[in-house]
């Protein structure tokens, strides 16, 4: 767990709501009094934003997925080096959008890299850094990509018009669909540091149960410190 504030993420497939949901969550703490930094991935830092464009625009999808998963971590290294780093060891609750699971999910996963590239490639972005929540925000990914859509103007009857779109928005349903599997798999793994919500929800309603996430993780770390404590004290 992070040392000083505290580092959430906030990862789901193309639409799932996750700036949506970043926004309600940092105004929730705000009103507590918390200091929240949003960020996001690829980006959050003046090195990773050069990145983001080549990324994001396709540029770099010609040079293999290899290339494509060097760059997000070279983005990730700079990021977690010079904005979320700091920000948390000074007491900030940072809240990203995107961050290693990603990786995992869309170059490692639906990019078919092997394990231990993937592996090797996020020791060497992140630092031992790891979030001290991920709520992975889950919906099916055809309401998603509609959402998407919708978000563009795009009527359903357009679905097949992929102007507007990122890189990564463009690919195929089936694709969307494995990588939303992705994501609940790392969150069954590792049950201690994810959390899903169901992103089909009211706006309301999910933002209820991400709060709901975010007080669970503090109430813990609470209780950690406290019996920390209590055993120095003994």
Not at 79 to 84: K, L
Not at 97 to 110: E, P
Not at 129 to 139: E, F
Request: aromatic content about 4%; overall charge negative.
């Amino acid at each position: 767990m992070a040392a000083g504030g505290l580092f959430v993420t906030f990862e789901g497939g193309e639409g799932a709501g996750k700036s949506t949901q970043i926004r309600r969550l940092a105004e929730a703490l705000r009103a507590r009094g918390r200091s929240v930094l949003i960020t996001r991935e690829p980006g959050g830092s003046a090195g990773a934003e050069a990145v983001r464009h080549v990324l994001l625009s396709g540029a770099a999808e010609r040079f293999g997925i290899r290339m494509e998963a060097l760059l997000f971590a070279a983005a990730r290294n700079d990021h977690v080096e010079s904005v979320i780093g700091p920000a948390i060891t000074s007491g900030q609750t940072v809240l990203c959008d995107r961050f290693m699971d990603s990786s995992r999910v869309y170059q490692g996963i639906t990019g078919n890299l092997p394990q231990p590239l993937i592996d090797a490639l996020e020791r060497v972005a992140v630092h031992g850094l790891r979030p001290d929540l991920t709520i992975v925000l889950d919906l099916p990914a055809s309401l998603g990509l509609a959402r998407v859509r919708q978000r563009l103007g795009q009527t359903a009857d357009g679905e097949s018009d992929k102007s507007g779109l990122d890189r990564f928005e463009k690919e195929e349903l089936d694709t969307h669909e494995k990588r939303r599997e992705a994501f609940l798999d790392i969150a069954a793994a590792d049950p201690a540091r994810c959390r899903v919500v169901d992103a089909a929800q009211d706006e309301a309603r999910v933002a209820a149960d991400v709060l709901l996430a975010f007080d669970e993780v503090v109430a813990g770390r609470g209780s950690a410190r406290a019996r920390r404590s209590g055993e120095g004290g003994a």
